[in-house]
């Protein structure tokens, strides 16, 4: 079984394509889904990010305050390296453990993973597809979605390694600035020739 990796930058449209993979079959899974899990209320990583982070980052009723930690996090580069010390090794672990629990048969699976190159995990997969588009498209999707200012937008791009650095060491790219129809067409051609991989 190929073990494929999705990644890009935010605000690319990285869950469309991955909706769109599994609405052909393929077994997915989703990074960002698994690192909200690591941090429920009770668990070791919550624990820890109290420690490092204070009694700011809780909300009353225990849980993660989100905003609370994105504003310090994406104003202090030691802070997000910190935060992801303690969250990555344990999303990766739930990773590779879903990877080797598919069924037989399973020609490829796909794992969506923000900070795939960030994170140096590229070389895990079998092969990396990258979805983007043009950075003024990436700011402005993300004001649009996330309702923030466009100097924590800025950060939060500025954050992730340049959507052109990625692009250049995709196994595929499937650009989002057009159609939908058009997005759909290039999901399906990478399906296409994983199927014939595979």
Not at 46 to 67: K, T
Not at 167 to 184: K, L, P, Q, S, Y
Request: proline content about 7%; overall charge negative; hydrophobic content about 45%.
């Amino acid at each position: 079984m190929q073990r494929i990796g999705l990644t890009g930058g935010i605000a690319t449209g990285k869950s469309y394509c991955l909706k769109r993979f599994a609405a052909l079959g393929v077994p997915v899974i989703d990074a960002d889904v698994l690192a909200r899990e690591v941090v429920e209320p009770g668990s070791p990583a919550l624990q820890m990010i109290r420690i490092r982070f204070g009694p700011s980052v809780m909300a009353p009723d225990g849980s993660l305050d989100r905003p609370a930690l994105a504003a310090i996090v994406f104003s202090d580069k030691t802070a997000r390296a910190d935060l992801e010390s303690i969250i990555h090794p344990e999303v990766y672990r739930r990773i590779n453990e879903w990877f080797a629990n598919q069924p037989p048969g399973v020609r490829f699976a796909i794992a969506d993973i923000p900070l795939l190159f960030e994170t140096g995990h590229e070389h895990d997969f079998d092969a990396v597809i990258v979805v983007a588009c043009e950075p003024f498209e990436q700011l402005r999707r993300l004001i649009e979605r996330d309702g923030l200012p466009e100097e924590a937008a800025r950060a939060r791009l500025a954050a992730q390694w340049p959507i052109g650095e990625k692009v250049a060491r995709a196994d595929f790219v499937i650009r989002t600035d057009g159609t939908f129809d058009e997005t759909e067409q290039q999901v399906r051609a990478v399906f296409d020739a994983l199927s014939e991989q595979g």
